[in-house]
């Protein structure tokens, strides 16, 4: 029996070694999945070999499979199936090179029609780089753009959580199945996203987070969105892929300056020597893409920090804001070691600094 509808499409999907690009190749010669699967099989080994071919035209392989989709499907109102024929599959990924031909859905489907703007970076992110995505992520979504990231810690999260408090909510791209959480402590997070923003992944249900997965992910941020905001990245950072791929579809790529000390900001200097625009304000991101001007123009701390006294406010002035050591700070701000070592706990409790490798210490706000 020769499968239709949305069985073809998954049996597509779950034979092992298509691909989508070589999905696509079908597509291209015989429209539909429907047709591909009712076509010679020496005809598709023209495209595929003749292994590949075999496999795809046995359709009972992926049976059980296509039936744990079904089952996930009738789970709940929000679990859906988009596919590349639909008339609401996203514009941007559409003219992308390599469009994935399904993608799983979990949450608010109308969301993928509005306009977007991918925030991603470290993973390993400084306190201050996190605040910095949370509010310039709230601020970017109140003026009416919805925030796509890859729900990664670090810089991700943040910007889904600043998303998550507007109408424009936030979509979450996603490196494994859409069943499965990466990382673990993402939990709350991606219930809240399923709720009142949308998870999205083009990999089959039970795909665990394979290292590959993850720049076949930062392709379809790069895509959904008409531009990409870069926080915080190491020179490996994969948020840099994702970036360059902004730029190679034409979208615009902002990148945030940091210390020339921190390993974190070479990543965004890197970016920005390459071409992408170098920002400091929300204003320099909503000029370029011509939306209305923000009240926000520089991040806060979330919640706000209590005030220093005199003497904490004197050792964050000599501290500056670029990393430095503690026999430094003594010699800046001529205190004992003890009386430093005080003050500085205190600072770290309340949110105004953090400590870095090496143990040296930076401002936060």
């Not at 539909?32 to 020496?42: G, H, I, N, S, Y």
């Not at 009142?196 to 590959?212: D, K, M, N, R, V």
Request: hydrophobic fraction near 45%; include cysteine.
């Amino acid at each position: 029996m020769k499968l239709q509808g949305l069985d073809a499409w998954l049996h597509c999907l779950l034979t092992d070694g298509l691909g989508p690009a070589r999905w696509l190749a079908l597509m291209q010669r015989w429209g539909e999945p429907e047709a591909v699967l009712a076509a010679r099989q020496d005809d598709l080994a023209e495209i595929l070999g003749p292994a590949l071919a075999r496999a795809l035209m046995d359709t009972d392989a992926t049976q059980p499979d296509r039936q744990a989709v079904h089952d996930w499907l009738a789970a709940g109102p929000w679990r859906q199936v988009l596919r590349l024929d639909d008339s609401d599959y996203p514009s941007g990924l559409l003219n992308t090179p390599c469009p994935p031909p399904l993608l799983f859905l979990l949450g608010r489907r109308e969301l993928l029609q509005r306009p977007m703007l991918a925030v991603v970076g470290s993973r390993h992110a400084s306190v201050q780089g996190a605040q910095t995505a949370e509010s310039w992520a709230e601020a970017l979504a109140q003026a009416g753009l919805t925030i796509v990231s890859g729900m990664a810690a670090g810089i991700d999260a943040a910007a889904h959580t600043g998303a998550l408090r507007t109408a424009a909510s936030s979509v979450a791209v996603i490196g494994t199945g859409i069943d499965r959480i990466y990382p673990a402590r993402n939990q709350a997070l991606a219930r809240q996203l399923a709720q009142t923003g949308l998870i999205l992944s083009e990999f089959p249900l039970g795909a665990p987070p394979l290292a590959q997965h993850f720049p076949r992910r930062n392709r379809l941020i790069a895509g959904l969105s008409q531009g990409c905001l870069v926080v915080e990245a190491s020179l490996k950072s994969g948020s840099l892929i994702t970036g360059r791929l902004a730029a190679e579809y034409g979208r615009d790529v902002f990148a945030v300056p940091g210390s020339i000390h921190s390993p974190q900001a070479k990543g965004c200097h890197r970016l920005i020597r390459d071409g992408a625009k170098l920002v400091d304000c929300l204003d320099d991101i909503l000029q370029e893409l011509r939306l209305p001007a923000t009240p926000v123009q520089s991040p806060s701390p979330t919640p706000a920090s209590p005030p220093a006294d005199e003497a904490e406010s004197r050792l964050l002035e000599a501290m500056g804001f670029d990393p430095v050591d503690a026999d430094i700070l003594c010699q800046r701000a001529g205190l004992t070691a003890d009386v430093l070592s005080a003050m500085l706990l205190r600072l770290e409790m309340a949110g105004r600094l953090e400590t870095l490798p090496g143990g040296r210490y930076q401002r936060t706000a």
